[in-house]
């Protein structure tokens, strides 16, 4: 695993670093906004944010993993 951070460039490093924790942080977010969704939409309202944040976090699972290989050279 050593072999491997030696290989790449610092700024791969952190590139990659930085895309990990976005996706690390993105999964309690999307939990908490369907939690909150589920809590308003019992009580028969739902806000704007609770859609677009479902559906930011949603892409950002499904697109982040992909950028993260994309980014990395051979």
């Known amino acids: ?14 590139r990659v670093l930085l895309l990990g924790v976005a996706f690390v942080l993105t999964i309690p977010e999307l939990a908490l906004l369907a939690v909150f969704t589920r809590h308003t939409m019992s009580q028969g309202s ?15 699972i499904l697109l982040l993993p992909l950028s ?7």
């Open 1 to 14: 695993m050593m072999a491997f951070f030696k290989s790449v460039a610092a700024s791969d490093f952190y």
């Open 46 to 60: 739902i806000y704007t944010f609770e859609i677009v944040g479902l559906v930011a976090s949603s892409l950002t």
């Open 68 to 74: 993260c290989v994309v980014s990395l050279d051979p």
